[in-house]
């Protein structure tokens, strides 16, 4: 099974880290962004990851080598200008040998997730074999209040503050199990999330699938910290015996 990982982002507001390494390979933990994404597919049965390179791409080459030491094949496309994230992909997929799988893992590179990968392709899976023109199954997430919740009544009474609460809305998470045949509906430069995934909800061509457990996007140096904070707390729970 092929994954494609968009790691080409210069990762701006993550600077000075990112003057010499691409956004996903900012250490978490001590190791990449990336790596616990590659680890994260290679249990799910993900045998060959394609990383989409653009920023410092000899980094991710120079790390992933062909990816024996990490149990997968690892592949390369590169950018010469950029194609932004849909253009990307399709450089992905155009890539990878024809006919080599019916479905196709493809995900951001600055996600860290522990949501259950077996449940987006089981999903995907049921309704290609009920309608074959079913060509994407997203992940999406609650979208979490950056500020805090204040709760009043009609008379204006406080009666609670609630941090970080979740709001009544799902967000595209960036995890995606892709049909091949999205690969022509794909600019060939531009965004995916603007131009093909509304023509596929349009067609009722798309399916979501909802995950509670753990999900970040690193966009900053504070998710950078609460990514650490939730892995040194894994490893404390693990140690415990209660994770």
Not at 69 to 94: N, Q, T, V, W
Not at 180 to 206: N, S, W, Y
Not at 212 to 230: I, N, T
Request: with cysteine.
């Amino acid at each position: 099974m092929y994954a494609l990982i968009l790691a080409g982002g210069i990762g701006e507001r993550l600077r000075p880290l990112t003057e010499s390494l691409p956004k996903p390979m900012i250490p978490l933990d001590g190791r990449p962004i990336l790596w616990h994404q590659v680890r994260w597919l290679r249990d799910a049965g993900v045998t060959d990851v394609v990383f989409l390179l653009g920023h410092l791409a000899e980094v991710v080459v120079d790390y992933f080598g062909d990816g024996s030491e990490f149990g997968i094949r690892a592949h390369y496309s590169y950018e010469d200008a950029p194609l932004g994230r849909g253009g990307a992909l399709r450089k992905g997929f155009e890539l990878m040998p024809s006919g080599t799988d019916e479905l196709v893992i493809a995900t951001n590179g600055d996600v860290v997730t522990e949501a259950n990968l077996d449940d987006m392709i089981n999903d995907f899976s049921s309704r290609v074999d009920a309608d074959a023109g079913h060509l994407a199954t997203i992940l999406t997430v609650s979208m979490t209040s950056p500020y805090g919740i204040v709760e009043t009544e009609a008379d204006g009474v406080v009666r609670a503050f609630k941090e970080k609460s979740a709001l009544p809305y799902e967000i595209n998470a960036g995890v995606y199990v892709l049909n091949p045949a999205i690969c022509k509906l794909l600019p060939e430069r531009g965004d995916h999330e603007v131009t093909t995934f509304p023509v596929l909800a349009g067609r009722g061509q798309m399916s979501a699938v909802h995950s509670g457990a753990f999900w970040r996007s690193v966009d900053s140096l504070k998710d950078l910290r609460e990514v650490e904070q939730h892995i040194a707390s894994r490893t404390v729970s693990s140690q415990q015996g209660v994770y």
